[in-house]
């Protein structure tokens, strides 16, 4: 597995939540927006500093972090 290097946590900076590269983006927004958007390049307009690897690394990070949980189907 490569290692997600661009999702970083601090806590000075929205309360510790995932965020990209340091930025003020979170790992959840960055998921929201890609069911919004579903064509990458779109999103890319919408978020003009986000790159094409922060998008797949936000999905990685947020697909290793389900591994773990028991959604019931009624909140999907």
Known sequence: MKKLERITSNPEILNGQPII???????????????????????????PDMEREDIRQALEFAALNLDHQIIPREAA
């Open 21 to 47: 590269r340091g930025m003020r983006l979170t790992v959840r927004r960055v998921v929201e927006a890609v069911a919004l958007y579903p064509d990458w390049d779109d999103l890319r307009k919408e978020y």
